[in-house]
């Protein structure tokens, strides 16, 4: 499907130009310049929408409940965290841990509100999606809250920016869970046996190796969660592992091979063993 190949293609692009946004080490300007980089991503994706609009009804589905939702989760998102990270200034490391506890309480109440359509989302339902992503097709005075508010009916549905605020209200609470977790620990440089290293491959990488630890039983018998795991390799490796579920979600949906950091590391290996045996 040429929308589904051009829209992977640039959601890598702004997946890509989204790591290097985490070199700006300021808070603020890194949510703002993120905001940047994700408006951008989304109007490209309206243009060419604009001029490649959908053929059917199946495409258009496609486009406002798996694509578009998608790229306007990192608008929201970004919109979110740059509001948060300007009230935080001046909080010390307690009012810091009591300020994201806080917000976290407060997002809770987005999916209340739309616990209903999250179960839908969740439960990966399909049986509305003629209502809820079809433009036009769905009566907004019965449901106003529900209504996106882009401004352009023809880039719009009732749902899909619901759609799109839920998924930056999961990245939220990652954020605000890995804020507070940081909070608890006191600075690991000060007790570590080693010094720390840099994770050099690409953050999908990582959480593809991480879910490979968990599905195998390789950490604890299996006994572990997942988010501890992404922390155990964020303070080993130093990186800050963002979307880290979204990811993996994107990792299942490979057209051809699913595995391929670990293929990557097989042949690696292979290839090591070959050099060191003279083979």
Same mark, same amino acid.
């Given at each position: 499907?040429?929308?589904?190949?051009?829209?992977?293609?640039?959601? @890598?692009? =702004? /997946?890509?130009? $989204?790591?290097?946004?985490?070199?700006? !080490?300021?808070? &603020? +300007?890194?949510?703002? @310049?993120? =905001? /940047?980089?994700? $408006?951008?991503?989304?109007?490209?994706? !309206?243009?060419? &929408? +604009?001029?490649?609009?959908?053929?059917?009804?199946?495409?258009?589905?496609?486009?406002?409940?798996?694509?578009?939702?998608?790229?306007?989760?990192?608008?929201?998102?970004?919109?979110?965290?740059?509001?948060?990270?300007?009230?935080?200034?001046?909080?010390?490391?307690?009012?810091?841990?009591?300020?994201?506890?806080?917000?976290?309480?407060?997002?809770?109440?987005?999916?209340?509100?739309?616990?209903?359509?999250?179960?839908?989302?969740?439960?990966?339902?399909?049986?509305?999606?003629?209502?809820?992503?079809?433009?036009?097709?769905?009566?907004?005075?019965?449901?106003?809250?529900?209504?996106?508010?882009?401004?352009?009916?023809?880039?719009?549905?009732?749902?899909?920016?619901?759609?799109?605020?839920?998924?930056?209200?999961?990245?939220?609470?990652?954020?605000?869970?890995?804020?507070?977790?940081?909070?608890?620990?006191?600075?690991?440089?000060?007790?570590?046996?080693?010094?720390?290293?840099?994770?050099?491959?690409?953050?999908?990488?990582?959480?593809?190796?991480?879910?490979?630890?968990?599905?195998?039983?390789?950490?604890?018998?299996?006994?572990?969660?997942?988010?501890?795991?992404?922390?155990?390799?964020?303070?080993?490796?130093?990186?800050?592992?963002?979307?880290?579920?979204?990811?993996?979600?994107?990792?299942?949906?490979?057209?051809?091979?699913?595995?391929?950091?670990?293929?990557?590391?097989?042949?690696?290996?292979?290839?090591?063993?070959?050099?060191?045996?003279?083979?």
């Amino acid at each position: 499907m040429e929308l589904l190949n051009y829209s992977e293609n640039l959601y @890598r692009e =702004l /997946e890509t130009e $989204l790591e290097t946004t985490n070199l700006e !080490k300021q808070p &603020v +300007k890194r949510a703002g @310049r993120a =905001l /940047e980089v994700s $408006l951008a991503y989304l109007k490209t994706l !309206k243009d060419w &929408v +604009k001029a490649n609009p959908p053929a059917d009804q199946e495409q258009e589905i496609l486009l406002f409940k798996q694509v578009k939702p998608r790229f306007k989760s990192w608008v929201i998102f970004y919109q979110q965290l740059l509001n948060l990270e300007s009230r935080k200034i001046g909080c010390g490391s307690e009012g810091e841990k009591a300020f994201y506890r806080h917000e976290l309480e407060a997002l809770a109440h987005v999916f209340e509100a739309n616990l209903s359509f999250y179960q839908y989302v969740r439960t990966e339902s399909d049986y509305l999606d003629s209502s809820y992503y079809v433009r036009g097709a769905y009566d907004l005075k019965l449901h106003p809250d529900d209504a996106s508010v882009d401004g352009d009916e023809f880039f719009m549905t009732s749902h899909d920016n619901t759609l799109a605020r839920l998924f930056a209200a999961e990245r939220l609470q990652e954020y605000l869970q890995q804020a507070i977790r940081k909070t608890d620990m006191q600075d690991p440089e000060n007790f570590l046996p080693f010094d720390r290293h840099h994770w050099t491959a690409s953050q999908t990488d990582a959480i593809e190796l991480i879910y490979a630890l968990k599905a195998s039983g390789s950490v604890n018998n299996g006994n572990i969660d997942i988010a501890q795991l992404v922390q155990i390799f964020e303070y080993a490796f130093t990186i800050e592992l963002k979307d880290y579920y979204h990811k993996y979600t994107d990792i299942t949906r490979r057209k051809k091979d699913i595995p391929v950091f670990l293929y990557k590391l097989r042949d690696g290996l292979l290839r090591w063993i070959d050099d060191k045996m003279g083979l």
